[in-house]
């Protein structure tokens, strides 16, 4: 159980998104983000998950990305939040190997509207408080998102199995930033806390699984 409270430094490099955010209005009708809705297009015409959004419940989508081979997407089942709903806790799978679909990564955002020179060095770890115990998250990096800054958070990489064990009987979570030796969350953040659904939860993760495996083996064919 102890294993979803631990970050797994190095056991999984997280790729730090540096592509184009298309969710922001300045950039929607670049070339990389016209290629990137064309392969949307085209993910739910291969059959892929892509789930639509639903209020509070856990939904699960492949991630593909442009010209790059099927190991490097990504299954993500996520769930918004319900303090600032755009920030959505993700578990994410990479389809590297059969193995490796067994393993997520719990991810999520903090969007902030605070001006903060220092935005953008935000880094290391820090403590938080989730499911009412103290935990250490690793703050991956900030970018520009509509008015403000979204901050990616990294709780750990977990085995499916604990994670559904450490969520059991549990119909809520939430994810409380706190104060470290150098970084006082206040100045960087309007908002420190958010919560989460876990309805459908399991379901989803089994989900995400299944389509994991079939991209692996798919890849394999």
């Given at each position: 159980?102890?294993l979803?409270?631990?970050?797994i ?12 955010d ?15 809705r ?7 015409q291969?059959g892929y ?28 089942a ?13 578990i ?11 393993v997520?990564?719990?991810i ?13 060095d ?22 520009n ?14 085995e ?6 450490f969520?059991k009987?549990q ?9 470290s030796?150098?970084?006082?969350v ?34 394999k064919?």
């Amino acid at each position: 159980m102890k294993l979803l409270l631990i970050i797994i430094l190095g056991l999984f490099n997280f790729h730090a998104n540096a592509e184009t955010d298309c969710m922001v209005a300045e950039n929607m009708f670049k070339e990389e983000c016209k290629k990137e809705r064309d392969e949307q297009e085209k993910r739910k015409q291969s059959g892929y998950l892509d789930e639509e959004y639903q209020e509070n419940k856990w939904t699960v989508s492949v991630l593909q990305h442009t010209g790059k081979d099927t190991s490097e997407w990504s299954i993500i089942a996520s769930v918004n939040g319900k303090i600032t709903h755009g920030d959505r806790f993700r578990i994410r799978l990479l389809p590297k190997s059969i193995e490796r679909c067994d393993v997520g990564n719990s991810i999520t955002t903090f969007y902030t509207t605070k001006k903060n020179k220092n935005i953008f060095d935000l880094s290391g770890v820090i403590p938080a408080i989730f499911k009412d115990v103290k935990i250490g998250v690793k703050i991956l990096f900030a970018q520009n998102f509509l008015m403000g800054h979204s901050v990616w958070i990294d709780l750990s990489w977990n085995e499916l199995k604990n994670i559904k064990d450490f969520f059991k009987q549990q119909k809520e979570v939430s994810l409380k930033l706190l104060d470290s030796e150098t970084i006082i969350v206040d100045n960087y953040f309007d908002i420190i806390e958010n919560k989460f659904s876990l309805v459908g939860l399991n379901d989803a993760l089994d989900r995400a699984k299944r389509e994991c495996i079939r991209i692996v083996k798919e890849r394999k064919l």
